[in-house]
T-cell receptor, first 114, second 108 residues
Framework: SAVISQKPSRDICQRGTSLTIQCQVD?????MFWYRQQPGQSLTLIAT?????????ESGFVIDKFPISRPNLTFSTLTVSNMSPEDSSIYLC???????????FGPGTRLTVL | KNEVEQSPQNLTAQEGEFITINCSYS?????LHWLQQHPGGGIVSLFM???GKKKHGRLIATINIQEKHSSLHITASHPRDSAVYIC??????????FGKGTHLIIQP
């Protein structure tokens, strides 16, 4: 299994600012994923972050708005840039373990933008 | 793109009742996940299924690959089972596609 921590657990931010969310895993993993869950909605994949390569973004998400870093096999960051109230969501980090299809989730970051 | 449908969206039951949550998907998959989300937002993986049936404590998950359908059952439900239960398909390099979740409330 993999244990994932996220920082911060929650934050309240002002419109127009940026927030960087950190995801730390207790073991080396190849694939890390960032998801968003807007209020009342299902989770949606933002991007896949693999170490040593650019993140792959899903339709509707762009690097300028959600830049991602993946400096090593245990850590990743997601930045939510130039925030608006529509960015108020839970942001979740997830990893795919070395066993195919097995996935683990972080505790989430609850973001409120005023 | 896979479409994942869950039913019911909301379910309120009395303590001790047998609970069933259903999930159907549109495209063949290699794995299906049942997840539990608590009010704070954290997600716990309950099951990963590729065929048949799995049991863990009072939780049972089944999948029918031919019918593209899975069910999650909770026996002898308890108020601490109150949470959102989410079905998700896929995994590996493609990430997961999620259903909208079932909001379960178990009343004492």
């Amino acid at each position: 299994s993999a244990v994932i921590s996220q920082k911060p657990s929650r934050d309240i931010c002002q419109r127009g600012t940026s927030l960087t969310i950190q995801c730390q895993v207790d073991s080396q993993v190849t694939m890390m994923f960032w998801y968003r869950q807007q209020p009342g909605q299902s989770l949606t994949l933002i991007a896949t972050a693999n170490q040593g390569s650019e993140a792959t973004y899903e339709s509707g998400f762009v690097i300028d708005k959600f830049p991602i870093s993946r400096p090593n096999l245990t850590f990743s960051t997601l930045t939510v840039s130039n925030m608006s109230p529509e960015d108020s969501s839970i942001y979740l980090c997830s990893v795919a373990a070395n066993r195919v299809n097995e996935q683990f989730f972080g505790p989430g970051t609850r973001l409120t933008v005023l | 793109k896979n479409e994942v449908e869950q039913s019911p969206q909301n379910l309120t039951a009395q303590e001790g009742e047998f609970i069933t949550i259903n999930c159907s998907y549109s495209v063949g998959i290699s794995a299906l996940h049942w997840l539990q989300q608590h009010p704070g937002g954290g997600i716990v993986s309950l099951f990963m299924l590729s065929s048949g049936k799995k049991k863990h404590g009072r939780l049972i998950a089944t999948i029918n690959i031919q019918e593209k359908h899975s069910s999650l059952h909770i026996t002898a439900s308890h108020p601490r089972d109150s949470a959102v239960y989410i079905c998700a398909v896929g995994g590996g390099a493609d990430g997961l596609t999620f259903g909208k979740g079932t909001h379960l409330i178990i009343q004492p």
